[in-house]
Structure formats: structure tokens, C-alpha cells
């Protein structure tokens, strides 16, 4: 096969794919960049940054109020998903990749405004003796 009808060739497989794909995302019931994925993002964002904001006010350390800002928000679309599934809505993996984005974006958002208000980490706790005599002590 000579140079010239091999590019024509994959010129016309190329062509019938992108055609096709036009007509799959034409008939696309749920996009991708639709108007639920935004409030999906942007609940997401909401909860995690305002339960990062709740786990700074019960604990100095930080990975806590990570795990409850995340926690709160994988909790809560995890669960709007759930009960779609079940047959009161339409279950969508996409709505759920906006929950995780959103997530993200609010804990990196409560993070940044974290680290502007409490300019240095908190100071460790002091050694207790019964760590000192081998035994390891947790504190949470």
C-alpha cells in the first residue's frame, strides 16, 4: 500500500470516528459540563470547607479536620448517589467525580485561609513520662 492511501486511509477512519462521537455527545443525557454538575461541585465544596472550618475548632491538628471536611462531603454524595440508585433519580459516576472535585477544591480552599490565619502549626504535645519509660501514648 503506497504512502499516499495509508493517509488517506486513516484520513477516513479518523473522519468516521470524530463523526461519531459528535452524534454520541449530541444524544449525551447526562454531559459532563451540565448545570447539576456545578451544584454538585460546588455543594461538595461547601461541606468540605465547612467541615474542615468544624474540625479546626475541635482539634488543632489538621489531618482531623481534613478527615471531617472530606469525610462529611464523600459522605454526603456518596449518599445522593445511593439514593438515586435506588430509584429516586438517576445515578451518574460523573455527578460523583464533581462531588470529588469540589471536595478537593473546598479542603484546598479551607487549608489555604487555615494557613493564613494560624500562621505557624500548633506546637507538639509534651513527652509524657509513661512514653519516656517505653510505652507509646496516644492522644487524639
Not at 489531618?63 to 469525610?71: E, T
Not at 438517576?90 to 487555615?114: C, E, H, M, Q
Not at 505557624?120 to 509513661?130: D, I, L, Q, T, Y
Request: charged residues 15%; proline residues 4%.
Amino acid at each position: 500500500m503506497s504512502r499516499a492511501r495509508q493517509l488517506g486511509v486513516a484520513f477516513a477512519v479518523w473522519t468516521a470516528t470524530c463523526l461519531i462521537s459528535l452524534a454520541a455527545v449530541a444524544n449525551d443525557v447526562d454531559p459532563w459540563f451540565g448545570t447539576d454538575k456545578a451544584l454538585h461541585f460546588g455543594a461538595s465544596a461547601v461541606l468540605a470547607g465547612g467541615g474542615y472550618a468544624l474540625g479546626t475548632g475541635l482539634s488543632q491538628d489538621r489531618w482531623k479536620a481534613f478527615a471531617l471536611g472530606g469525610g462529611l462531603a464523600l459522605t454526603a454524595g456518596t449518599l445522593k448517589e445511593g439514593i438515586d440508585a435506588m430509584g429516586f433519580g438517576n445515578p451518574s459516576w460523573r455527578d460523583f467525580t464533581w462531588d470529588v472535585a469540589g471536595t478537593l477544591v473546598g479542603l484546598g480552599i479551607a487549608y489555604a485561609v487555615d494557613s493564613l490565619v494560624r500562621s505557624s502549626p500548633p506546637a507538639p504535645a509534651p513527652v509524657s513520662a509513661s512514653r519516656r519509660s517505653g510505652v507509646e501514648v496516644w492522644r487524639f
